[in-house]
């Protein structure tokens, strides 16, 4: 006889789970189970293991596996219960929508279930909830029952890939659950943050899937099986569920199901974020000012002190940069006509960069159209696949979005921790890469610790780059930025900038030595392929740089100002204090912060509340922004009408 011990393939179950330990606490990361041919066991180990690394919850510290042989005689197979799609619009409707599908199943009490479904959120595994007593039959009340010994059928060549199908395995959960003697029907919500479809399933009606139980970004979820406790023993159940070995055959037709997807109405589609934006108070709309930018500004018909405008030294309706943007216009007309590489180079846009490279000291500048191009072009050109970025967590978007275009691989670190940023930079290997930070924190206005950022960028031969959009004209004694602010010779190999906030203008900039914006000249993509700003925007841009140099008690006054509000929030007891033009003023609550950005305008200040998703959620806040112009008297109001609403201090006397 002569048989090959390796043509018989025996089944496995493997299991993975994955955990971290955060602040003491074990930390659940991910997990997975399969039941798979021998001979497919390595590689799914492999991308189980992969899995458990490269989770988007964080990197596990911890992994699991459980590797275990399977009686074929132990395994029953089901067919996949068949899917319905419900739309529905709202979370309330989709409750509604499983209430009614309880009935049908014959469940008396469907609408007090409902209210069980907060009490699953902390649970790891489902409740197992009596639909006639409403009495709850877990053993452990804190751990719910776990549903586990599943898999889809699956060929022997199949390969275990690197991430999950949330879907598949809903529906594989929901067949072996709906099959469990005496569960009558189930209930899922899911907890992930960024969906918020959920399901009911039973034997009877199959799995109907939902598509609204709960809010976009909630953590919300649960699971619930429902039994009839009057004709079975939910021991029975609780074993079924948690040892039977199960394989749903005939998940085909899912693929089928994705395909309606297309024929969902896609306005509608986009109508529902926009409702959803509305119920998270995230809804942004446009406020409509009908003056120029300034500390007083008319809105809505009223003269309103504006404190949240980015042109901290008032200078955008200044008589130089008026008449000097006139005569170019009057000398050139408007539109440059082409990219600077081809027709839309002037002597005024050389004249423009020569300006900007003196002020900030360096041998070169280049101009792009705005601070965000300048920020995606430049990160995009210099680094790409294969290169690392080290980005602290809170850097502007537009720097987020140039390292996702560059492909490199980004590691974050600790908000402006250097010790953090070196401990990351040593665990990570590279050829070349680029460490990327705000120099002043749009969100927050604290500063960049730029000696040490630069020092050990020097240390480790990587590119330093800083993003001084709210530094220039802002920091150091003069408002030349970071470098004058601390007063020091480390100056980073790439210094960005904007036009369009304390310059008063518009478009953005880079500079840095000859080699730099040499190869960006070549090689930044939003550079090259893009008509460059007029002549017009060039002039605002040297007149705007003129007036600080000329007027250096601007600056001056601007400090002042910060100084002089942080001491009046200070004395009504609010501990606040910058060194910047921005001064946040921490609220948490998205809704609060929009209610006191309300009142402050009712009372005749305009300040911008900032919520997530441009600052983290839970951490919204009022942004005031000082301008240079405004007075002691409208700093020291303001400052009484926030510690009023806020409940904090005496009433502004
Ligand atoms: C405003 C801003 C930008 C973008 O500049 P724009 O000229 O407005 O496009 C880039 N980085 C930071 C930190 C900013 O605050």
């Known amino acids: 006889m002569n048989v090959s011990v390796y043509t018989m393939q025996d089944l496995y179950s493997v299991k993975m789970r994955a955990s971290r330990m955060v602040c003491d606490k074990n930390e659940h990361i991910s997990g997975a189970e399969k039941i798979i041919h021998e001979n497919q066991m390595n590689r799914c180990v492999d991308n189980l293991i992969f899995r458990g690394f490269h989770h988007e919850k964080g990197k596990a510290d911890f992994i699991n596996i459980k590797l275990q042989k399977v009686n074929t005689d132990e395994i029953v197979y089901f067919d996949a219960l068949p899917v319905t799609n419900v739309e529905v619009s709202n979370w309330q409707e989709g409750y509604e929508t499983i209430k009614q599908f309880l009935k049908k199943s014959g469940v008396v009490k469907y609408n007090e279930i409902m209210d069980f479904l907060p009490q699953t959120m902390a649970m790891r595994g489902a409740m197992l909830l009596d639909v006639n007593s409403l009495m709850r039959l877990e053993p452990d009340l804190n751990r719910g029952i776990r549903a586990t010994n599943m898999d889809q059928e699956r060929n022997s060549d199949y390969v275990v890939s690197n991430s999950k199908n949330h879907y598949e395995e809903a529906i594989v959960l929901a067949t072996k659950v709906a099959n469990c003697p005496g569960i009558v029907g189930e209930i899922c919500i899911s907890d992930d943050p960024n969906y918020i479809t959920g399901y009911f399933a039973s034997k009877e009606l199959g799995y109907i899937r939902i598509s609204k139980l709960k809010e976009m970004g909630s953590e919300f979820g649960g699971r619930i099986f429902l039994f009839d406790g009057s004709q079975y023993d939910y021991n029975e159940a609780i074993n079924y569920l948690q040892n039977t070995y199960v394989i749903v055959k005939n998940m085909k037709q899912f693929d089928a199901v994705e395909n309606t997807k297309s024929k969902v109405d896609k306005w509608k589609h986009l109508q529902e974020q926009l409702e959803d934006l509305k119920t998270n108070n995230l809804y942004r709309t446009m406020k409509q000012f009908e003056s120029s930018q300034g500390a007083h500004v008319c809105y809505n018909g009223r003269d309103i002190v504006l404190m949240a405008s980015n042109s901290y030294l008032d200078i955008t309706a200044h008589a130089h940069i008026k008449k000097y943007t006139k005569e170019i216009i009057d000398r050139y007309g408007y539109g ?179 080699i730099l914006i040499e190869y960006l000249k070549n090689k930044a993509r939003g550079f090259i392929f893009s008509t460059s700003l007029s002549q017009a925007s060039m002039a605002c841009g040297i007149a705007g740089i003129e007036i600080i140099e000329q007027e250096p008690e601007r600056v001056k006054k601007l400090q002042q100002n910060v100084k002089y509000f942080c001491a009046c929030l200070r004395h009504n007891g609010l501990n606040v204090d910058s060194e910047t033009a921005i001064v946040p003023i921490l609220v948490h609550d998205e809704k609060k912060a929009l209610k006191l950005s309300e009142y402050l305008l009712e009372k005749g200040y305009y300040i911008s509340a900032i919520r997530y998703p441009t600052v983290a959620k839970n951490s919204a806040r009022l942004r005031v922004a000082i301008m240079s112009t405004h007075s002691k008297k409208e700093l020291k109001e303001v400052a009484g009408y926030i510690c009023e609403f806020l409940g904090i201090g005496e009433k502004n006397g």
């Not at 003196?358 to 680094?383: H, M, P, Q, R, W």
């Open 336 to 514: 440059s006509g082409g990219s600077r590489l081809t027709t839309g180079n002037t002597d005024i846009h050389e004249l423009l960069e020569k300006k900007i490279a003196d002020f900030k000291k360096c041998e070169s500048a280049l101009v792009f159209s705005s601070g965000y191009v300048a920020n995606v072009a430049t990160i995009s050109a210099l680094v790409s696949e294969g290169d690392v970025i080290f980005s602290d967590v809170l850097n502007h978007a537009s720097i987020i979005d140039g390292c996702r275009l560059s492909k490199a691989k980004v590691v974050l670190y600790k908000h402006n921790d250097m010790e953090d940023f070196e401990k990351k930079i040593k665990e990570t290997s590279f050829h070349h890469a680029l460490a990327v930070s705000d120099a002043v924190f749009s969100m927050d206005g604290d500063i960049l610790k730029l000696n040490e950022f630069v020092e050990i960028c020097e240390r480790y031969n990587i590119y330093s780059m800083i993003d001084e959009a709210h530094a220039t004209g802002v920091i150091g004694q003069t408002g030349h930025g970071i470098v004058e602010h601390y007063n020091t010779d480390k100056m980073p190999d790439i210094m960005m900038g904007t036009l369009s906030k304390a310059i008063g203008g518009e478009g953005g900039y880079v500079t840095g030595n000859r």
